[in-house]
């Protein structure tokens, strides 16, 4: 079955530069996740989107902004990188429930690992 | 609000011996649970989920947890454990109303010895 496709998997950038990250949601799926995870953490919640638009926003800084696309496919950019920008970022997918509730479950990509140096 | 607490952040066990990784959370609302895994550079794959259905839940590799309201509790069990199970486990929640962030646990990495 389909997965979650996340690219590019790793990327090395240096402090001050711009970095955009690309999530290709399971087929069909139509609500697409950003989560961080820094080293040794647990994964924190950035955004969310729902049919293009924006569904919930958690801890996501002002430098970073991600949008969703007619494919629903989902990037996340990120500028004035920091050297604590570094962290594994995942992608997660789902399918809308009726009367606007998720009742599926969220499905995680690979990660893409971002370094700043 | 709703939060998530895993009990131990490591947990030791004997290949061939059962597994008990504790979850308590708390949820404003009727939440959903889930156990996802987490192998060395990897991503998350998702074990089981609990969503009011039935209290005891079964998911793959011979996993399975079971929900107990009164105690807040959703504590993943597998009777016994392999060598491939050496993994980061995270007891997430999902607040199952209109917005689905998930809210991670901070995880408990599990060891198998032979």
């Known amino acids: 079955a389909a997965g979650v496709i996340q690219s590019p998997r790793h990327l090395i950038k240096e402090k001050r530069e711009t970095a955009t990250l690309k999530c290709y949601p399971i087929?069909?799926?139509?609500?697409v996740y950003w989560y961080q995870q820094g080293p040794g953490q647990d994964p924190q919640f950035l955004i969310s989107?729902?049919?293009?638009?924006?569904?919930d926003k958690g801890s996501i800084p002002d430098r970073f902004s991600a949008q969703q696309f007619s494919d629903y496919h989902s990037e996340l950019n990120m500028s004035s990188l920091e050297l604590g920008d570094s962290a594994l970022y995942f992608c997660?997918?789902?399918?809308?429930?009726?009367?606007?509730?998720?009742?599926?479950?969220?499905?995680f990509g690979p990660g893409t690992r971002l370094t700043v140096l | 609000a709703q939060s998530v607490t895993q009990l131990d952040s490591h947990v030791s066990v004997s290949e061939g011996t059962p597994v008990l990784l504790r979850c308590n959370y708390s949820s404003s609302y009727s939440p959903s649970l889930f156990w996802y895994v987490q192998h060395p550079n990897k991503g998350l794959q998702l074990l089981l989920k609990y969503t009011s259905a039935a209290t005891l839940v079964k998911g793959i590799n011979g996993f399975e947890a079971e929900f107990k309201k009164s105690e807040t509790s959703f504590h993943l069990t597998k009777p016994s454990a392999h060598m491939s199970d050496a993994a980061e486990y995270f007891c997430v929640v999902s607040p199952n109303n209109a917005g689905n962030m998930l809210t991670f646990g901070g995880g408990t990495r599990l060891m198998v010895k032979p």
């Open positions: 087929p069909r799926h139509d609500t």
């Open positions: 989107f729902y049919e293009k638009m924006q569904s």
């Open positions: 997660a997918s789902s399918l809308e429930g009726l009367a606007g509730v998720n009742t599926d479950t969220q499905y």
